[in-house]
């Protein structure tokens, strides 16, 4: 079993910026992916960012050159730096860890708003 808990989501105002961070505990292997997603009210869940074990990213079109992610394999960790926030970046960011099965967070809420 593997457990994640996600801190760092909070209310922004447009522009700003926020860093999620996530903390994977449990039987974790040597190799596994680990991403953030998103949903929003009314709307599917849907990809944010990943980040294999070897440090390979991939990123949504909306937030490519906006969000990083980045992962600390001795800590089990993995960030989301979070810049040039919009309102429609509003949602609840849940960390995802993927190896032979799917684990999620609880989720962060992140709003953007003035």
């Known amino acids: 079993q593997v457990q994640l808990v996600e801190s760092g989501g909070g209310l922004v105002q447009p522009g700003g910026s926020l860093r999620l961070s996530c903390a994977a505990s449990g039987r974790i292997f040597s190799i596994y992916t680990m991403g953030w997603y998103r949903q929003a009210p009314g709307k599917q869940r849907e990809l944010v960012a990943t980040?294999?074990?070897?440090?390979?990213?991939n990123y949504a079109d909306s937030v490519k050159g906006r969000f990083t992610i980045s992962r600390d394999n001795v800590k089990n960790m993995v960030y989301l730096e979070m810049n040039s926030l919009k309102p429609e970046d509003t949602a609840v960011y849940y960390c995802?860890?993927?190896?032979?099965?799917?684990?999620w967070g609880q989720g962060t809420q992140v709003t953007v708003s003035s």
């Open positions: 980040i294999t074990s070897g440090g390979s990213t």
């Open positions: 995802n860890l993927r190896q032979n099965l799917q684990y």
